[in-house]
C-alpha cells in the first residue's frame, strides 16, 4: 500500500512539476484597464480572448484603480512595480476629452520610476478605448501612444485589420491606432458585434508580437539586454579609436599549424607577438638587445594585432565585445628582471582606452628565456563578445 502510494505521489510530482514548467513557458501579457461603467472592460475580456487563442499566451485583466462598479468588484488592482514582469502589456481606459482619462493618466504619472530605469523598452504595448460619441477617439488613441512611447515600449497598432469584415451600416469604434467602441450611440448594443470582433482581432495580433518578442528579448527589457548599451558603446568605442588616432594594423597570418583566434562560447582566445609589417619589431632578449623603452613600443604593437585579430573575430565591430577577461604577457627578460608589470601597463591601458571599464581584466606576467621569433613580448588575450 506504502509503495502504491508512493508511486502515486511520483507521478503526481512529475504531472504537477511538467505544469508548472509549461505555465512558466507561457507568454504573459497583461490587460491593464480603467473603466467608469464597464465599456472599457467589456472590451477588455475581447482583447483577452484575442490574446489568449493561440493557447500559448495568457492574458490578465487588471484595474489602475478600485472601481464601484459592480461588474468590475472583482477584478485586481495591479501595482505600477509588477507592469515590467509582462512581455506585453494591452492598455485599455475610456476617452475623456480626446485623451485617457484621468484614473489611467493618475496611474501612468506613478511609473516615473521605471521609466528612469529603462524599465518598460521594449515591451510590447497596444492601446483600446471605450468612447462616448466618439469624438476625439483617435487624438485620446495617440495621447495614450505619447506617453507609451516615451517608455520605449514598441507600439502595436491596428492598422486596418478586419475593416473588411465589420458592419458598415452603423459607426463602429474603428481606427488604425486600436480599437474603440462608441458607447452612447443609440439603438445598438455597445460594443458592437463588429466592435467585440475588432478588439478580439487586436488581441490575437498582439499576442503574435508579444510571443515573437519574448524570443529576442527573453524576459528581459532592452536596456537589461544590451541593445541600448551597445549603442552608446558603439559611438563611444569608435570614437575612442579616433580621438587616440589608433589604427589597428592588417590581421597577422598564422605561421603553423593554428588560428588566429579561436571562440569558445562566448570567449574568444588571442595570441600575439611584436610583428610588424611581417617582421618581429626590435627583437631580441631585455636588458641585452632590448631596452625596456623598446619592449614597452614592442607591447603596444603586440596588443594592436590582438586587438585586430579581435576585431576579425567580431566581424568588424568591436562593440560586440562585451569585456577584456584577462591579458597574459610574456616577455622575453634576463632570469633577475622584475619589472614585468610596468611592460604589460602598455597593453593594459591599451584594453582599458579602447573599451573604457569592460577593458579592466585580470592580469599575468612572467618572464621568459626565449619567445618564438626572438619577440621579446608576447600576449595571451581572453575576451568575451556577444
Ligand atoms: C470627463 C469625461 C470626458 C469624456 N470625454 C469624451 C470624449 O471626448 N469623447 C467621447 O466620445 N466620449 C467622452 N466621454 C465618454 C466616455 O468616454 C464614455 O462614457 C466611455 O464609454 C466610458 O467608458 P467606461 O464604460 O469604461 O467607463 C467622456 C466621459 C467623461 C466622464
Redesign the pocket.
Known sequence: MKKIYASFMGVMLVVLTSFVMAQEHKTQVLVLIH???????ELAKEIVKGVERSGKVQAVVKLVKKSPDPKLIGLAVATVEELPNYDGIAFGS?????NISTGMSEFLAKTVDLWSKHALEGIPATVFM????????ELALQSFWNTLAVHGMILVPTGIQGNDKIDKSIPQGNTVLGTTSL??LPNTQRPSKSERYLAELQGMNFAKVASGLVGIRNGKTLNEIGKITDLDNEQSVNNRLKEKHIVLPKVPQPAGNYQPYVRAGNLVFINQVALKDGKIFKPGKLGMEVSEQEVKEATEITMLNVLSVLNDAVGGDLNRVKRCVQLTGIFNTEDRYSKHADLMNVASNLAVTIFGDNGKHARATFGASSLPINSSVEIQAIFEID
Open positions: 473603466s467608469d461603467h464597464g465599456g472599457t472592460y475610456p476617452v475623456y476629452f480626446g471605450s468612447a462616448g460619441s466618439g469624438a476625439g477617439k458607447a452612447s
